[in-house]
């Protein structure tokens, strides 16, 4: 079997319906495959990661680790 890929994403709307525009001439046969993504294993653990950001801005630990070492 042969032919080309397009992808693109799109929601759900009213009555189920879902519009795609594709770079096709118009009575082109296409063939749609429908696939909603589930959640991913590590959602939760990028979620944890960016919300203690917020320790790392620090002006007086950012002083202390970037003041001159003596030696």
Same mark, same amino acid.
């Given at each position: 079997?042969?032919?080309?890929?397009?992808?693109?994403?799109?929601?759900?709307?009213?009555?189920?319906?879902?519009?795609?525009?594709?770079?096709?001439?118009?009575?082109?046969?296409?063939?749609?495959?429908?696939?909603?993504?589930?959640?991913?294993?590590? +959602? +939760?653990?990028?979620?944890?990661?960016?919300?203690?950001?917020?320790?790392?801005?620090?002006?007086?630990?950012?002083?202390?680790?970037?003041?001159?070492?003596?030696?």
């Amino acid at each position: 079997m042969t032919g080309s890929a397009y992808k693109s994403s799109g929601t759900v709307g009213p009555g189920g319906r879902v519009e795609v525009s594709l770079p096709l001439p118009p009575g082109t046969p296409v063939e749609v495959i429908v696939f909603v993504p589930g959640a991913d294993d590590t +959602d +939760d653990l990028v979620a944890a990661a960016g919300s203690a950001l917020g320790f790392w801005d620090n002006p007086l630990d950012d002083e202390d680790w970037n003041a001159p070492r003596p030696g």
